[in-house]
Antibody, heavy 125, light 108 residues
C-alpha cells in the first residue's frame, strides 16, 4: 500500500544540525512533489518545505528559509530535510506528505493526500 | 501571505449533531481550499479538496462549501470517530500553502 515512513528525529542542541528522511513506497515516488509539514507541541500545522517531483524547484516557509534544505533521491524513493542552526522553536513533529493534483477543467487543485506518521525533533540544551 | 482564520477554535457537540466549521481567507482564493482531519497522535488525513470535493473513502456526512474568502465544513450526523481537530488549508498560492489554526471538535 501507499506509505511514507519518516526517520532521523532526535534531540539536538540549539545551533545544531539534523537531517531527517522520509522513504516512500507503494507509488511512483519520482512522479510527485513532496512536502515537509511540522507541528509544534499543542500547536497547528505549518508547511515548511516543498520540492518538485524531479527536484527542480524548492520552496520554504519564512520561518526556516536559509536554515533548512529539502532534497530528494528518487533512486532511493527518499525525501530529506537538512536542518541547520536549529532553534528551540523548531521543536515539533515533522511529517512528510505527498502532493496530489486534482484537475477540473483548466484548474489544478493541489493537496496532500498521503502523510507519514511523523518523526519528532526536539531542540534543547 | 494569505492568512486563514478558522472559527470557532473549539466546539462541543453530541453524537448525531450537525456541526459547521468556518474558514475565512484574508483575500480571495477562489475554491482553492482543502480540509483535513487530525486525531490525537496521528497524522492529518485529507477530507475535502477544491472546497467541496470529497476525498475518496471519506463518508458522505462530510461536506464542504464556499468560495472567495468564506468556506465551511459541515458534518451531518456526528459519529464518535469524528471527534478530532479540523484544519483548512489554502492552495491558491501553491506551493506556498497555509493552514488555518485548527478547530477542535469535542464530545459534549
Amino acid at each position: 500500500q501507499v506509505q511514507l515512513v519518516e526517520s532521523g528525529g532526535g534531540v539536538v542542541q540549539p545551533g545544531g544540525s539534523l537531517r531527517i528522511a522520509c522513504e516512500g513506497s507503494g507509488f511512483s515516488f519520482s512522479s510527485y512533489g513532496m512536502n515537509w509539514v511540522r507541528q509544534a507541541p499543542g500547536k497547528g500545522l505549518e508547511r515548511v518545505a516543498f520540492i518538485q517531483y524531479d527536484g527542480s524547484d524548492e520552496n520554504y516557509g519564512d520561518s526556516v528559509k536559509g536554515r533548512f534544505t529539502v532534497s530528494r533521491d528518487n533512486s532511493k524513493n527518499t525525501l530529506y530535510l537538512q536542518m541547520n542552526s536549529l532553534r528551540p522553536d523548531d521543536t515539533a513533529v515533522y511529517y512528510c506528505a505527498k502532493d496530489v493534483v486534482a484537475v477540473s477543467g483548466d484548474y489544478y487543485h493541489y493537496y496532500m493526500d498521503v502523510w507519514g506518521k511523523g518523526t519528532t525533533v526536539i531542540v534543547s540544551s | 501571505d494569505i492568512q486563514m482564520t478558522q472559527s470557532p477554535s473549539s466546539l462541543s457537540a453530541s453524537v448525531g449533531d450537525r456541526v459547521t466549521i468556518t474558514c475565512r481567507a484574508s483575500r480571495s482564493i477562489g475554491n482553492y481550499l482543502n480540509w483535513y482531519q487530525q486525531k490525537p497522535g496521528k497524522a492529518p488525513k485529507p477530507l475535502i479538496y477544491a472546497a467541496s470535493s470529497l476525498q475518496s473513502g471519506v463518508p458522505s456526512r462530510f461536506s464542504g462549501s464556499g468560495s472567495g474568502t468564506e468556506f465551511s465544513l459541515t458534518i451531518s450526523g456526528l459519529q464518535p470517530e469524528d471527534f478530532a481537530t479540523y484544519y483548512c488549508q489554502q492552495s491558491s498560492t501553491t506551493p506556498m500553502f497555509t493552514f488555518g489554526q485548527g478547530t477542535k471538535l469535542e464530545i459534549k
